[in-house]
């Protein structure tokens, strides 16, 4: 990392296990931990209840502040799956290091079974996660200096594979 400042930000859709791994991550690189749908949630109550209250648009915006206070604390932040659609958020991130988690569908199935994850609620959760997820994979792609796919093995795995990027000079890759 080039400076206390700058932030390892994960990003990814709902169920890759951003805040699991992210947690993690930034005990193992002994930085702070900042997850952006905690910290709406902490100031402004449960996402479900923001989104049947006031709308997606109102939770985007209290989501685009946390990002801004997220990046503003550095360490390793984890972005909601749906931050990046913002232009203002993916500009933020040029500045930043990005590695992007990916899982397999058949895992987020069981990842997001029984959530109350407002944009999967309804009869089909899975149909409406994979139209999500193929929406934003081109911004996703395009932000993610790095890749990790968290389907298969021990999170431990990803946790290792990320400290080690994060440590190295390597600034981009597959792993």
Do not use: C
């Not at 005990?27 to 702070?32: I, K, Y």
């Not at 932040?77 to 899982?103: C, E, I, Y």
């Not at 081109?138 to 993610?144: K, V």
């Amino acid at each position: 990392m080039t400076s206390p400042s700058d932030a390892l930000v994960l990003i990814g859709p709902m169920g890759a296990g951003k805040t699991s791994v992210g947690k993690r991550v930034a005990r193992a690189l002994d930085l702070a931990f900042f997850d952006t749908d905690a910290a709406v949630s902490r100031v402004h109550g449960p996402i479900e209840q923001l989104f049947a209250e006031h709308g997606e648009a109102h939770f985007r915006a209290l989501e685009r502040a946390a990002v801004i206070e997220g990046l503003a604390t550095g360490g390793v932040v984890s972005l909601g799956g749906g931050a990046v659609v913002d232009p203002d958020t993916r500009a933020d991130l040029a500045r930043h290091r990005v590695v992007l988690l990916t899982v397999a569908p058949r895992v987020v199935a069981l990842r997001v079974r029984g959530s109350s994850r407002p944009l999967l609620a309804g009869d089909d959760a899975m149909a409406r996660w994979s139209a999500i997820y193929e929406e934003r994979r081109p911004i996703y792609e395009e932000l993610a200096d790095v890749t990790f796919d968290t389907s298969n093995g021990p999170l431990q795995n990803v946790v290792d594979g990320i400290v080690a990027w994060a440590n190295s000079d390597d600034d981009g890759g597959e792993a």
